[in-house]
């Protein structure tokens, strides 16, 4: 059950970064993360409220402890938001995706190390075949005048990679049960209070660093798919986190077959937003979902 939520949440996922890319063209940065993380936190205040009020809410109220690492969380994950969402504005989404790819090889290297994870050989042919994609993608973006180790939005793109695979990493221990050495937390309680906490931080980001310089930036407009970014992120998130919490899940998998959401926003982005050299990039997608394959083989077998 929980590979197919993976594979749910991935295609949510997809929607999300189209939405996002969308959003973000000729626009400011940091109020659209504030009313992404605002909205999204809006979704679980009632829930929150209920967890106060009444004896049977869906969710635990918590103590300092939980709540201190759940904190912990919101930083991790809002400070790849930041990178992410500046990187995702400056570069194309057919490039975006893929390098996003990376996330679960770094979150894989870290489950090996840490959590004693072991990978079968249909699952290390994934690995592989989406690492080879990567090296492709950097060769052919040379065409667009995209050096990777010159471009400082791919350097932002790279750090939320590293980010988003720390935040992987970390919820494995937040969500896995206490006997495998985890914290046991509740999903819902972990995905709704790191969106109230990300909210409160971006709200101090806005009025200490945006505002004394909106006038010397790029203008704020406000656009409607602003609004979508939230509700398809909090639904990826929802099928992520009750995929990581069901029983013989491995945080290197669920991780890999997420990043299968490039399918969508690479369609996007070659008919929606015309981006070129199109050819290269798709052969570097078909090797990425040829991964996704391997790793679902592997998995179920």
């Not at 063209?25 to 009020?53: E, G, H, R, W, Y």
């Amino acid at each position: 059950m929980w590979i197919l939520l993976a594979f749910l949440s991935a295609a949510l996922l997809g929607c999300y970064d189209v939405f996002k890319k969308t959003s973000l063209k000729d626009n400011a940065v940091l109020p659209v993360l504030m009313i992404n993380t605002v909205v999204c936190a809006l979704f679980f205040v009632p829930l929150i409220v209920q967890s106060f009020v009444a004896a049977d809410g869906v969710m635990p109220v918590g103590d300092m402890r939980t709540h201190g690492f759940v904190f912990v969380k919101s930083i991790i994950v809002l400070s790849s938001w930041v990178c992410g969402y500046f990187a995702m504005k400056h570069l194309p989404l057919t490039i975006v995706g893929p390098i996003n790819a990376t996330r679960p090889v770094m979150t894989l290297v870290g489950a090996l190390l840490i959590f004693g994870e072991r990978l079968n050989l249909w699952q290390w042919a994934g690995v592989v075949l989406a690492l080879v994609s990567i090296y492709l993608l950097s060769c052919s973006s040379k065409r667009e005048g995209i050096r990777f180790a010159h471009n400082r939005w791919v350097v932002f793109l790279v750090a939320a990679a590293i980010l988003g695979a720390t935040s992987g990493l970390y919820d494995k221990h937040l969500l896995s049960p206490e006997e495998m050495g985890g914290l046991g937390l509740d999903s819902m309680f972990v995905q709704g209070w790191y969106n109230v906490y990300q909210a409160l931080l971006m709200t101090i980001v806005i009025l200490s660093i945006w505002l004394p310089i909106r006038r010397k930036s790029t203008p704020f407009q406000w656009r409607w798919s602003i609004l979508f970014i939230s509700l398809f992120l909090t639904a990826a998130d929802m099928a992520y986190f009750y995929a990581l919490s069901e029983p013989g899940a491995m945080i290197s998998v669920v991780s890999m077959v997420r990043r299968s959401s490039v399918v969508v926003s690479f369609l996007f982005g070659a008919f929606y937003f015309r981006e070129k050299n199109l050819r290269a990039k798709a052969f570097d997608l078909v090797l990425i979902m040829l991964g996704m394959l391997c790793l679902y083989i592997g998995t179920t077998s």
